[in-house]
């Protein structure tokens, strides 16, 4: 006889760790198609030959993001359609098909083609992965204030969309350097693709099991009242600027995108010229991603003790610390040299990790904010603006880089063989990069997010949330970490 999923009080499943992995195979779905992005500017530097024009380009397309997100939340909000499941699943899924092709569409390999042409294939080819992307995972962002409304439910919510995360871009990280990457430490254009169409079914996969184990336990009243006033765009944002946690949260994602994008380029220039070994950077990178994997589990009793904004601003801090150590060189490149990067990277990784564990948990929390203070939740509108400036800054912040980068002395056409001075430069470039990353994540979380622990609290009794059964269960070991 088959076993019945317990159930709670409203008659839903109850949450457990069966929502936990179906979200993280959500943000694992959406990594297998956005971890290629990291590859992007040296495809299009290196073997495409674009240089500046790659800088240039990055920033028009930000230029549709400007479109795309907002209107795609607020037609998600302004959507009154009663789905079979959910609506947020149904987009999804749409999404979802379109990504298995969509992420391949920026790496079409014609390196011999007019410059002129080239600027066509990587505007059209960014269109139609931002698009489908953009309806993919501005829904799965404002799922999570649907999935549960326990402040520790979604503290887990989060921890496990960052191991989705991280396994998505595990993948990518270490396996393609060896795959893309001749032995001279040459890019190969045309295996990207192929990897790019791999990678977008794998997704495709994913989000599926993430669909089919998503329960919506915070059911929205959908009435189809043509009396009520239209959405407005222009006021949900005007409403978004007033709502702190959701700016701070955003400065606080940019600054991270800006670190975690933005250095991308010189960083495999690093391991490309300056420690002449490009096969060996997706192992590094992996390595400093131990502290993020040894922190997630521990996230919901520290978010219990001390409180999601307390903590992502001492993990702000710790990236501070490590963006200064990374200034430290030593002459002529010694093996002493990798060893005090790869320290760096971890302390880097262990600030950046406390931050990215609960850092969907905070926007959850400011879609409820906006709530508390307008009345109106909006969480499509509030997530695809939060996306939106992400965007920004994983465009913008590369093209900046990348345009310092050759102010530099970067040159596309070297390839793996970068002029030593030169690959220095991109040494210090990578530490202010993370530097001002750091910067941007403190300033957001410590000074411009109000939600600390006290005020959360209140929050949550004035929205008629029961505060105290909430605490009561951060005692609690028995549920799913």
Not at 353 to 367: C, E, K, L, N, P
Request: glycine fraction near 8%; hydrophobic fraction near 50%; charge should be neutral.
């Amino acid at each position: 006889m088959k076993k019945q999923p317990k159930l709670d009080a409203n008659g839903k499943r109850a949450f457990g760790i069966r929502d936990c992995l179906a979200y993280a195979a959500g943000d694992l779905g959406c990594n297998m198609s956005f971890a290629l992005k990291s590859t992007m500017s040296i495809f299009w530097t290196q073997f495409m030959g674009m240089d500046l024009w790659y800088a240039l380009l990055l920033i028009v397309v930000q230029v549709w993001d400007a479109i795309n997100d907002p209107l795609i939340g607020s037609v998600v909000d302004a959507d009154k359609h009663k789905y079979k499941r959910n609506k947020f699943l149904t987009y999804i899924w749409a999404g979802s098909i379109g990504l298995i092709v969509g992420g391949a569409c920026c790496f079409l390999p014609f390196p011999n083609a007019p410059t002129f042409a080239k600027a066509i294939i990587f505007i059209a080819g960014y269109v139609v992965w931002d698009a489908f992307y953009t309806v993919a995972n501005v829904p799965y962002g404002s799922l999570l204030a649907l999935i549960s409304n326990d402040v520790k439910d979604r503290a887990s919510l989060s921890a496990w969309r960052s191991i989705g995360s991280i396994f998505g871009n595990m993948l990518p990280m270490v396996i393609l350097p060896f795959i893309i990457y001749d032995n001279d430490n040459n890019l190969i254009g045309e295996r990207v693709f192929i990897a790019a169409l791999i990678m977008g079914a794998l997704g495709f996969i994913c989000f599926q099991f993430m669909i089919r184990n998503t329960e919506i336990r915070i059911e929205q009243d959908i009435t189809l009242n043509e009396e009520k006033p239209k959405f407005n765009v222009f006021k949900a944002f005007v409403n978004f600027m007033k709502n702190r946690p959701a700016v701070g949260a955003t400065i606080a994602a940019m600054g991270m995108f800006i670190g975690m994008q933005g250095a991308a380029t010189a960083v495999t220039v690093i391991f490309q010229s300056y420690f002449k070994n490009v096969k060996i950077s997706g192992i590094v990178q992996l390595f400093a991603m131990i502290p993020i994997v040894c922190f997630t589990p521990l996230a919901r009793k520290m978010v219990a003790r001390f409180g999601k904004k307390e903590l992502a601003t001492f993990g702000s801090i710790c990236s501070i610390v490590a963006a200064l150590a990374l200034f430290i060189v030593t002459p002529n490149n010694t093996g002493l040299d990798l060893i005090l990067y790869i320290v760096a990277q971890l302390i880097f990784s262990l600030g950046l990790g406390i931050y990215s564990t609960v850092s969907w948990a905070m926007m959850g929390d400011a879609i409820d904010y906006n709530e508390w203070k307008t009345g109106n939740r909006e969480e499509g509108t509030v997530y695809s603006l939060h996306s939106f400036f992400r965007k920004l800054a994983q465009g913008v912040g590369p093209a900046l880089v990348l345009v310092i980068m050759v102010a530099l002395g970067y040159v596309g056409e070297n390839e793996g063989n970068q002029v030593w001075e030169v690959a220095v430069r991109m040494r210090y470039l990578v530490a202010a990069t993370y530097l001002f990353s750091a910067l941007l994540q403190f300033i957001g979380l410590g000074l411009v997010y109000n939600l600390d622990k006290k005020t959360l609290n209140k929050m949550n009794a004035e929205l008629g949330r029961d505060v105290e059964a909430i605490e009561a269960s951060t005692e609690s070991n028995d549920e799913p970490a």
